[in-house]
Structure formats: C-alpha cells, structure tokens
C-alpha cells in the first residue's frame, strides 16, 4: 500500500518569488521561474540543508541551535491571501510583502493541508510540506510600510490562512502557470486518547 496518496486536487503557480537578503528585508521578488536545489530555491536567503533554530522552536531546542531546514519555501494560497486582504479591509496584499516563495491557486483549505503532504509537478519537481506557517508581526511591519495603518490588522487576519512551510524532495524547476497535484499520507487521524 502506497505511504502516499495521488489525490485529484491540482493546484496552478500563480506567482514565485525569493528573499534575497533577509538581514536586510522579509520582501521577496517577483520571479517567472525558480530552480529548486535540495537547499531550497537557488539563491533565496532560506536556502540552506540546516538552518538556526529560532523562536518557533523553543519549545524544542535553544535559538540557534543547528536543525534540519524544513523552512525553505512560504507557500501561500491565492484564495486565502483575498480572505486576508478582505478582513484587512485591504484592495489586495502583494505576495512580495510576506516574503513569499509561492502563491498557489485552487488547493482548497490550503494552511490545513496534512504536513508531509506533497505538492508534484508534472515535471517531477516536489515539495513536502512541513506544517502551517503561524503569522507573525514581521509581514504586518512590511505591508505598515506599504500602507501605514494596515499592517498591525496583518497577524489576525491570517489565522488560519498563513500557508504552509515547505522544502524540496526532489530538485527541479518550477514556473509560473504550473501545476502541482496534490498527494497527501495515508493515515488516520490522531487519537491520543484511544
């Protein structure tokens, strides 16, 4: 029995981008297409096989302690990116002021994929999900600088819209207009009490 299931939900790129400097911005740049590496996308400050730990992961280890980095890509859904804008009261939030690496079309429910799902593309291209990507205040300072008196709405706004973390499994490229199908674990749902 395969771990992992082919659904029939595909996704379409309706937008890629990089970080290129993270000391210096969250901002992201528009890109037409990425070259994914084992590190992540060529060239995008959270690329890397390790990265530090950080706040997220106190729970777990000291801040900047050397982990796996499963961080390498910020996928957001398009649908629920209009979801936050509409409650920010916002026209539209430009991808590149969350610092993401993806906007994804048509992949209902999206920040509640299952983790370790995979998104494939038809050129083999794959990413795992990791987990939901919690909001934070860093792309509400971003859009503040875009639209003073918007972004402290920014971290409400997104609950439960974020997106997902991601990193790459198999090494590609990816353009825009591409479409990912998404394969999710087989399993049952938790039941720790069972």
Not at 108 to 136: K, Q, W, Y
Request: hydrophobic share 35%; proline share 6%; with cysteine.
């Amino acid at each position: 029995m395969p771990a992992l299931i082919p659904t029939d939900y595909h996704g379409q790129i309706t937008w890629l981008g990089k970080t290129i400097d993270r000391d210096q911005t969250l901002a992201s740049v528009a890109c037409d297409a990425v070259q994914l590496t084992y590190a992540g996308v060529t060239g995008e400050a959270r690329s890397g096989l390790t990265r530090k730990s950080c706040a997220r992961m106190r729970a777990q280890y000291p801040v900047n302690t050397e982990i796996r980095n499963v961080r390498q890509l910020s996928i957001l859904c398009a649908e629920e990116l209009a979801l936050i804008a509409q409650a920010m009261e916002i026209d539209e939030i430009n991808p590149e002021w969350l610092g993401a690496s993806m906007i994804i079309s048509g992949l209902p429910d999206f920040t509640h994929t299952p983790p370790s799902s995979r998104l494939v593309a038809e050129n083999g291209t794959s990413l795992t999900i990791d987990m939901e990507n919690r909001p934070c205040n860093f792309p509400g300072q971003e859009i503040e600088r875009h639209l003073p008196g918007k972004g402290h709405a920014f971290k409400a706004a997104a609950a439960d819209r974020r997106g997902v973390t991601a990193w790459v499994e198999r090494e590609g490229d990816l353009r825009t207009g591409d479409a990912l199908r998404l394969h999710v674990p087989f399993q049952r749902t938790w039941q720790p009490d069972r």
